[in-house]
T-cell receptor, first 119, second 113 residues
Framework: AQTVTQSQPEMSVQEAETVTLSCTYD???????LFWYKQPPSRQMILVIR??????QNATENRFSVNFQKAAKSFSLKISDSQLGDAAMYFC????????????????FGQGTILTVHP | DAGVIQSPRHEVTEMGQEVTLRCKPISGHDYLFWYRQTMMRGLELLIY????????DSGMPEDRFSAKMPNASFSTLKIQPSEPRDSAVYFC???????????FGSGTRLTVV
């Protein structure tokens, strides 16, 4: 079974600075998807960014980018020019592409990292 | 599209009572998931459906929990009888097959007293 580990329970950053959140995962599969979700205090889960494992190019969405290291099974999220609205819990998640098993379609989440943004 | 719609948003009930949580997925999505979120255990997948068929219910904690998806536009998660340890936020999410992430509902905060 796949596992996702976020080793930083909490992180903080000054407004306008850059912060990187770490995520590692364990899998024997070669094709899969990776995601970062944001959960602000409103508790709504919001998709931030996604990465297909077969793509070598790192995904970017405005101020959010990832550093995907497939061999190291690492998938970190970089937030540039941090804003107060970025304060939230961030979850890393893995989705298998391996059709046929009961894991297909299922997202496995890490434990989450609470990000605090200081003005 | 209105997104994934969950009801109620908050539920407070007494121990031993039956609780039913409801979910309407996004039209056209063929996967539906029920997750539970607690401080201690994080986000746990309880059960998921593909084309209205339950695929994996190994996360359902015990027989007190049951889930149904009678059609493509509606699902329920039922707890009977409820216990204080069931207090959590319950999320429903739906997805298309492929590399799409899930779209989550706003969750139901359940408190069992």
């Amino acid at each position: 079974a796949q596992t996702v580990t976020q080793s930083q329970p909490e992180m903080s950053v000054q407004e306008a600075e850059t912060v990187t959140l770490s995520c590692t995962y364990d899998t024997s599969e070669s094709d899969y998807y990776l995601f970062w979700y944001k959960q602000p205090p409103s508790r709504q889960m919001i998709l931030v960014i996604r990465q297909e494992a077969y793509k070598q190019q790192n995904a970017t969405e405005n101020r959010f980018s990832v550093n995907f290291q497939k061999a190291a099974k690492s998938f970190s999220l970089k937030i540039s020019d941090s804003q107060l609205g970025d304060a939230a819990m961030y979850f890393c998640a893995y989705r298998t592409l391996n059709a046929g098993g009961t894991s297909y379609g299922k997202l496995t989440f890490g434990q989450g990292t609470i990000l605090t943004v200081h003005p | 599209d209105a997104g994934v719609i969950q009801s109620p948003r908050h539920e407070v009930t007494e121990m031993g009572q039956e609780v039913t949580l409801r979910c309407k997925p996004i039209s056209g999505h063929d996967y539906l998931f029920w997750y539970r979120q607690t401080m201690m255990r994080g986000l746990e997948l309880l059960i998921y459906f593909n084309n209205n068929v339950p695929i994996d219910d190994s996360g359902m904690p015990e027989d007190r929990f049951s889930a149904k998806m009678p059609n493509a536009s509606f699902s329920t998660l039922k707890i009977q009888p409820s216990e204080p340890r069931d207090s959590a936020v319950y999320f429903c999410a739906s997805s298309l097959e492929g590399n799409y992430g899930y779209t989550f509902g706003s969750g139901t905060r359940l408190t069992v007293v």
